[in-house]
């Protein structure tokens, strides 16, 4: 399979590098692709921020002006039959990952892009990752982390209808439990909480290993870290009752 079958499905989030911030980009497509046996080896390139900001993230013009940079480093690697892992924004420094055959000299690749790098400090680096370690153990999200991009989907996809995210409104959260009982549990710690069960259901079919379903409601704010906090706290009170915790909805307010 080529580079460039890969389906295209790229994320980012934020996350911790050693208890500092830092910034993920990666294609989940190749996520779910990976690991790939006919590109054993792991190719780093790290390259330092002219500007790096307060916090090591760099600064807007550092990012804007890193984007074509990446995006000729990118392009050079395809030729090159390399797989773009994707790339880590941290500590000052720009770090991108690549997958593809042994014996490539990075440099050469690199070599490429010509003047764009030019005055860049550049640090190379890689080897034989055949399990793709630094993609599924490094850069893909944990199941946290996944969430927290699950809920910037819909902030982002309500913002883009002109939605005001700080205001509270109603929020609706989806759950569903192996018994009736197991429901009530839940909803009895969820209305500790302040939430209110709108609507219950049997699947009487009998094909479901968690056949009732119920929605809560609260008002809430929808901004994408006030509502990550709310849905990691429900996501624990349902998996304390044996459920499965199925999402969130809401109205756009303007």
């Known amino acids: 399979m080529a580079p460039q079958e ?3 499905a790229w994320e980012t989030y934020p996350a911790l590098v050693d208890d500092q911030p830092a910034m993920f980009f990666l294609n989940m497509g190749l996520v779910q692709a990976a690991p790939i ?7 780093l390139v790290k390259i330092e921020m002219n500007d790096a900001g307060p916090n090591g993230l760099g600064t807007g013009d550092e990012a804007e002006g890193f984007m074509p940079i990446e995006d000729a480093i ?12 994707g790339r880590v924004r941290a500590g000052g420094h720009w770090e991108m990952g690549f997958y593809g055959a042994p014996g490539l000299e990075l440099s050469e690749v690199l070599d490429r892009v010509g003047p764009m790098i030019a005055g860049r400090n550049i640090m190379l680096g890689g080897g034989e990752d055949p399990e793709w ?3 599924l153990g490094y850069l893909a999200p944990d199941r946290e982390r996944w969430q927290w991009i699950m809920d910037h989907r819909v902030v982002r996809q309500l913002m883009q209808a002109g939605d005001e995210v700080d205001k509270p409104r109603t929020v609706d959260h989806a759950a569903h439990f192996p018994t009736e009982a197991k429901l009530d549990a839940f909803v009895a710690a969820a209305k500790e909480q302040g939430f209110a069960e709108s609507q219950r259901h049997e699947d009487k079919d009998g ?9 809560i409601q609260r008002e809430d704010p929808v901004g994408v870290n006030e509502i990550h906090d709310v849905v990691m706290g429900l996501i624990e009170l349902v998996e304390n009752n044996d459920g499965d915790y199925d999402g969130w909805g809401c109205p756009v307010t303007q």
């Open 37 to 43: 046996t006919d590109a054993p080896f792991l190719y």
């Open 133 to 135: 370690e630094f993609m």
């Open 207 to 215: 094909g479901s290993e968690l056949p009732w379903m119920v929605e």
């Open 74 to 85: 990118v392009e050079s690697a395809k030729e090159a039959e390399l797989y773009f892992a």
């Open 6 to 8: 890969i389906p295209e």
